[in-house]
């Protein structure tokens, strides 16, 4: 009988297998890991996975070999990979003047 080697393996493994596998690993690396078990609500082309671990934040599309990346995927990734900063809040109903007045506020150097 015949060893098959992983790398002859990958090319079939599946994108929810992929995904634990990573997963697995960046929690032993110590990272905080998110994913949406289930998109229904969504929009679309928000990535699978996010990782957060000290001060770096990561935004991962995961696709087997033979999946595709739909336009919604590659747009959100492309506006990712410009992101500058990062903030976060904890809001409450009672912060809605503040939220409004952050999400109205303009990108830095826009007039």
């Known amino acids: 009988m015949r060893t098959i ?3 002859e393996l990958v090319g079939d493994e599946s994108e929810a ?3 634990q596998r990573i997963q697995r690993r960046a929690r032993l690396l110590g990272w905080d890991d998110f994913h949406v078990h289930d998109p229904i609500g969504m929009r679309k082309g928000w990535p699978d996975l996010a990782l957060l671990r000290d001060e770096v934040l990561i935004l991962a599309e995961l696709k087997s070999e033979h999946g595709y990346v739909t336009p919604q995927q590659r747009l959100f990734l492309e506006k ?3 992101i500058a900063v990062v903030e976060a809040y904890l809001w409450k109903p009672r912060d809605e003047q503040e939220i409004w007045r952050i999400l109205e506020r303009k990108p830095a150097g826009v007039s």
Do not use: T, V
Request: no cysteine; charged share 55%; aromatic share 12%.
């Open 80 to 82: 990712a990979r410009r």
């Open 17 to 19: 297998h992929f995904q």
């Open 5 to 7: 080697r992983r790398e």
